[in-house]
């Protein structure tokens, strides 16, 4: 029998060690070594790669365990850091969801800034100084959204407790009460019925995920896509060494739009979505949304790679830091 519980273990530390690597490596470049002036986009790449430790260290921590179960899923953890009670496990959990939803939101930040830079110059100055934590609220608040949503609207209850019963023990050998969790089930059976009911507390969850994707995701591909027909055009007005930073920096948003479609979108988007169907199946979902923590240090390789300026800054800080037995080899 597969071991589901460790292989979302297995890639939850994959994730840890790669993420806290790669942005502690960014963070160090962006501050020490890179000398061309990125302006306040510094700041976003710093903030940014903050929150992509602090979401890879919850699922170090957490081990979070996302299971579809014929209309429903459950998520839920079986870890207990310092013997932590039911309910701040719990807490625990829908915290690490609010990490999710501020890692996508600070994403259409990036996505934002370097779309004023290159259309609307004007706004870049809500970006300065104390304007800064206009972003940092705009990401906190759809955290908290997300997170509120996830706890109120996907409350235990007895029917959903019971419907996960049997599955969460045949599955993983624990018990649904004796586990902090939140569980999402979209049909109810009628007793003595065929017939079943939709839960309208469930599938407003399914809306408020949704409108925060919808809000993010759409910043990203209206910003992508204008960056992408005129851009050409804009550039032509600046230097030639600012044109070649703004390519850059637009390639790497690019990726940054393929990337997390198919880390951070589309598996939720399969998650939520899939209860609808109400088919029989039993899924161990938590395997696809595993690899969220994996995205923030795919972003930091992709902009490492793609921006002369992170190259340079890698060779000269290996330059200096080298072992001396390597430099007196040479």
């Known amino acids: 029998m597969v071991d589901w519980l460790l292989i979302d273990q297995t890639i939850a530390q994959l994730g840890f060690y790669t993420t806290t690597t790669s942005q502690l490596t960014l963070i160090f470049l962006t501050l020490f070594f890179v000398r061309k002036d990125l302006g306040p986009y510094k700041y976003l790449i710093i903030l ?18 996302l299971h579809s179960y014929n209309s429903g899923y459950i998520f839920f953890t079986s870890s207990r850091p310092l013997n ?22 600070l994403l259409a930040v990036q996505f934002l ?23 940092i609220v705009y990401a906190g608040w759809f955290g908290c959204q997300y997170a509120i949503g996830f706890l109120v609207f996907n409350a235990v209850d007895e029917y959903s407790e019971e419907y996960m019963r049997q599955e969460m023990h045949d599955v993983y050998g624990l018990n649904v009460a004796e586990v902090p969790c939140v569980i999402h089930v979209i049909h109810q059976s009628i007793p003595n019925s065929t017939h079943s009911v939709i839960r309208w507390r ?25 960056l992408y027909n005129e851009m050409e055009e804009k550039l032509s007005m600046l230097s030639k060494q600012m044109r070649r930073l703004h390519r850059q920096i637009f390639k790497t948003l690019m990726l940054q739009i393929t990337t997390p479609t198919i880390v951070l979108f589309s598996p939720i988007v ?11 199946l039993s899924v161990p979902t938590g395997v696809f949304l595993s690899g969220f923590t994996l995205y923030p240090a795919l972003d930091a390789f992709i902009l490492m790679y793609v921006v002369t300026d992170y190259r340079r800054a890698f060779k000269t800080a290996f330059q200096i830091y080298k072992p001396s037995g390597a430099s007196s080899q040479q």
Request: with cysteine; glycine share 4%; hydrophobic share 55%.
């Open 48 to 65: 940014f790669s903050v929150f992509g430790i602090a979401f890879a260290s919850f699922e170090f921590v957490l081990y979070p365990v």
């Open 113 to 135: 800034y370097r779309y004023f830079a290159i259309f609307h110059e004007y706004y870049l100055k809500y970006f300065k100084g104390w304007y800064f934590l206009i972003w």
């Open 84 to 105: 932590a009670s039911n309910e701040v496990m719990k807490i625990m959990l829908v915290l690490y969801t609010a990490m999710y939803s501020t890692t996508i939101s």
């Open 270 to 280: 399969f998650v939520i979505y899939l209860p609808w169907l109400d088919l029989e």
């Open 202 to 226: 469930n599938v407003f969850c399914t809306f408020n995920v949704t409108f925060i994707m919808v809000v993010q995701y759409g910043i990203m591909i209206f910003c992508g896509y204008q």
